[in-house]
């Protein structure tokens, strides 16, 4: 049995209690009941409050506890929190019009606002070993499971969360802005904070779609 998710359920505004989403069902959890209930929240859906210092470094902490062909560990996170999340959506906008001068309004100002609303931002990043005899794609799978890891750990402790990518990731002004190496890859943003509202559910697909039996 897990514990119950401290789900902060009323958060403090203007010293008056606001209830805020929870969309776990009431009463205990067990580690399948929990995966069940696993699903992202958008980022603009998100709001405070984020995590607790200590809630990030445990969240961080867990989600580094993923199959790792070769301990090699081959990612690390990049925190990017209150003010410098303006300042990344700052450069994302800039660079929008670098990369496109006709660009609209509306999706330059998208790009400025978007690290705005979840109070926390990780990206993680996959530090290839290149030659290793691990494989490339191996290193990097290691690294996605991190990042699904971390929306775990995000939903144990009561929070939302999102991994996102979009253009940015891929962007190298962006990536060298960002201090990336050449051997270093955005594999996301991870966007921590309360859900405002119930996450939404969508369709997920269906087992039999999925599974076939291998027969020699
Ligand atoms: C590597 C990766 C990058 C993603 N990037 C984006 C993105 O840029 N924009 C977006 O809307 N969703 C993106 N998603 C999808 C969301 O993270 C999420 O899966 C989606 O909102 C559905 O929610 P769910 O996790 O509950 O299925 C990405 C997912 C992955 C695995």
């Given at each position: 049995m897990l514990p119950r998710p401290s789900v902060i359920a009323v958060a403090n505004s203007g010293g008056r209690g606001r209830r805020v989403a929870r969309w776990y069902p009431a009463g205990p959890m067990d580690a399948l009941d929990f995966l069940r209930q696993r699903r992202s929240v958008p980022s603009r859906q998100l709001g405070p409050p984020g995590p607790a210092p200590d809630q990030l470094e445990a969240m961080l902490t867990e989600a580094m506890r993923v199959p790792d062909h070769g301990k090699l560990a081959p990612w690390r996170f990049l925190r990017i929190p209150g003010e410098a999340r303006r300042a990344l959506g700052e450069l994302l906008a800039a660079r929008a019009l670098e990369r496109?001068?006709?660009?609209p309004a509306a999706v330059v100002e998208k790009d400025r606002q978007?690290?705005?609303?979840?109070?926390v931002v990780i990206a993680v990043v996959a530090c290839l070993v290149p030659?290793?005899?691990?494989?490339e794609q191996e290193q990097l799978l290691s690294g996605g499971a991190v990042c699904f890891a971390l929306l775990q750990a995000a939903q144990a402790l009561g929070f939302g969360a999102q991994w996102l990518t979009g253009w940015a990731a891929y962007d190298p002004v962006v990536r060298a802005r960002l201090g990336l190496?050449?051997?270093?890859?955005?594999l996301g943003f991870i966007h921590i904070g309360t859900a405002r509202e119930p996450a939404p559910e969508r369709q997920r697909p269906a087992l039999a779609d999925k599974l076939s039996d291998w027969t020699p």
């Open positions: 496109d001068p006709s660009a978007r690290f705005d609303h979840a109070p030659g290793h005899k691990v494989p190496g050449p051997d270093e890859r955005l």
